[in-house]
């Protein structure tokens, strides 16, 4: 639409307004003034000063057109809003020089006209020249001397351009002497008073920012000189801060900026484009970045920052390769490793590590590194039991990385202590041995050895080798409790023997030791045993109970002494004067729980020990237990595989906390832990309401645990006699079936526990080094090379060995090298293979 | 962790011996009670590098993101402070 046709229209609706709304023309100037529809606010004032020049129309037309033009400038139309100004200068009788206007001419790049303002008298208030003046220093100090020269000769702007000038050029020179002398002559009340804390902070940078920064504090905000400002604030910003602030200067700024912090040239583009990716860029736009510029970085730079960046951008490794070149083997898998294990997913990190393992130990230069990378694998969740047990890969890992290090005491100590806890003591003492040889005189490694020497049953040896501790570390606690315990174990071990004497020699010894009452109880409560018949070991064994806490504690605890030694247990009660029928307080059970969970997990007697008192305990249940207490009283008997009490506890405590899933687990767990194909559909449909729950609670343990569980209810298998036939496809005759079968039922651990029984430890750790990967993926290449094995030899048998019985000699085979298909067997050497 | 080296203004190639002067000295000059956290972040530097075991498991599973100050770091050693230009300079001043 052209203009005259937009003013027509205007016009049209300004003289068809009165009918539609009923105003008259005044009210309607001023409504569309007031609403903002400035066009037609100036029509309608236009119209209504043809009548009559009123001045209140006159103002509100001069409104109307300023309104007008800076909706134009807003938009960016500087040509019209400067326009329009002029036309309200015209029309209204205003200045022309107020407002907005300067602004807008120095935005459109016209300094001149600007400056043109002082020039002729009137066109600004004489109250604001010096206003203007200030506004106009910057484009003053670089107008050209005939623009200037237009100015009276009295105007500040002329007068003090000369020493501003002279200041710069001296600043320009790194003359700093002429710069002060020349800003001394620029008046303080000048429009170039900026320029003198601007020129000090510029020559105060970059060897003294704090004096530049107290320059700066001069200078006022939206001053003259704002973009040099602006940009020496940046340039003063601390650390990498003025690298993102960059972005908010122009161009000439920043590179100004750039100039004052000594960026060469080249590498500004990178610096601006790191800027923008903010102080902690993301991966993947940060290695771009660097890729990008990697040339005009110094050596080996970006190289380096991308080689760390790829755990976190493992889709930039082919980029990588193209601008820096392949890495070593190890160093590629190890980010591939780092990388899975950022995105959470270690079992993919495993075969990653492994091969860096490998590929490290092959130089002995780089041999640590790989130790530490197994200690590392051996040291994941995955591998590591909650009471800290490593599984056979962690062990053997950790077994390597001793071998590569052998000055890591720590790992020497956890291989003692993992084969001790799996009973494997010969392992133990092997391992024990090599650890001596190394650390003869650290105490944690003799520690050790008590330990070992006291779990093969020589006491003597353990208090031996105690004593050379306390010699170390005369205050060591531990110690002194380890041979107080050793002398009850050699004390225990006469008893059994009937030779009492010996005994009681041990006792004595043992007091000089234990601290803790309950200590001294045992020694009584042994002591008391040492005699059947006296009176006195009566009275002792009734101090004894006395000792560890009265009727339940005592009485276990004297139950599980006499178990230790032989004797009856109820007939040592009776000694003692306990009733092991009386039902126990809850704070009594709570005592009980407690001692359970700190003896240790494999004492097998403590079930015997319990066993006079279940009847007791199992009405306990109904004890006023705090319900932490019956949880804790709960998981004890449920670790000490109590059923029967645990589901008794487990009933209870869902009467008073129905709102509590673990309880609910608990009980079902307590029925059918051991054969969760039989939990019933009822049941079942209790434990997915008590997982929702648990859910909501944020209970995510028990969540995990009954989610185990129903996991456990699809996967597992039924009893031996009922018949689940064969699974469809799967000959039973077919070895590979039948190990797959052994391994689904028994677990990879006990597989590979079967596995070491039958190959031997030396072949079973060859094989699994050579073998390496997960459990898993060890258990199903075990099967493989056994499979095959079983093609080329007579029958093999592949089964749990007694117990005891040593490793099956008579199975030599070697690892073969992997093979990804498995070869089957002829059905002859199949035939008889799986007797047991 | 911001990279421990930088940290502690060592070389990656640094013994036990200059890593503990160089830690020695960072808390001299932010003690704790001055600045919490700069002392933190020594410490935990310290930590990381302070054995060849240690220097080594942080060669080979560090997976700290080199942020932007880090990068400027190693971008700008060899960086020359100077003046700037006086046309620059020049058109700075009369830009509005």
Known sequence: MSRHAKHRKAAAKAGRAPESDGLDAPARAQAALSQGRYREAVELHKELLKGERRPEWLDCLAQAYAGRAEGLAAKGMLREALALWHTRAELCGRPLAEGPYIDWLLQAGEGDKALGLLAVAGQVAPESVGQLETRLAAVALLAADSALSRLPADSALRRHRVPALAAIAAYGRGDFAAMDEQIQAIPFRSPYRDLRPLLKALAALPERPAEAAQALDRVPARGPFEPLAAALRVALLPGEEWLAALGSLDEEARQLVLDLKGCPPARRPLLIDLGRLGAAPAAEPLFDLLVRHRQHLPEGVAARLCRRLLPHAPACLPRYRGAFGRLSVAEEERLLALAAELRGASPEAEPHWLRVARDLAGAPARSRGAALVLRRLADDRAHCGVDGSLDDEAMTWLARSVELDPDDRDSHVRLVQGWRRRGDLKQARAHLEAALGRFPKDVQVLLEAVETALASGAFKKAVGLAKRVLELDPINPRVRSIIGHAHLSHARKHIKAYNATAAYRELDEAVQWLRSAGERGTSKLLRGLADERGKQANALLREGVAEWGGALLGGFHLALEARRVGHDAQAALRRAGVDAAATPSAEQVVALAHALNGAGDKDRLLGAALAPFRAALGRAALAPYAEADQLLVCEAFNRRGERQLLRSHAEAAIRRWPQRPVFVYLKIFAGYGDRPWAIPDRDLRTLERALDMAQEQGDQRTVVRIRELLAQTVQGFGPADEDWGEPEGLNPEDPAFMLELLLNLQGEKRFLEIARAQLGEQVFQEMRREIGGSTKQFARALIAIMVEAAGRAPAKRFAPPEAGAPPDAAVPFRPAPRRKTRTPPSPDVQKGLFDD | ?96
């Open chain 2, 1 to 96: 962790m911001t990279d421990p080296y930088r940290v502690l203004g060592v070389p990656p190639t640094a013994d036990d011996e200059a890593i503990r002067a160089a830690y020695l000295a960072a808390i001299r000059a932010h003690p704790p009670e001055r600045d919490r956290q700069r002392f933190e972040q020594v410490r935990a530097a310290y930590e990381a590098i302070a054995s060849e075991d240690a220097r080594l498991a942080h060669e080979l599973f560090d997976t700290s993101l080199p942020g932007a100050a880090e990068v400027l770091d190693l971008v700008g050693t060899d960086f020359q402070p100077r003046r700037p230009d006086l046309q620059r300079l020049r058109r700075v001043l009369g830009a509005t």
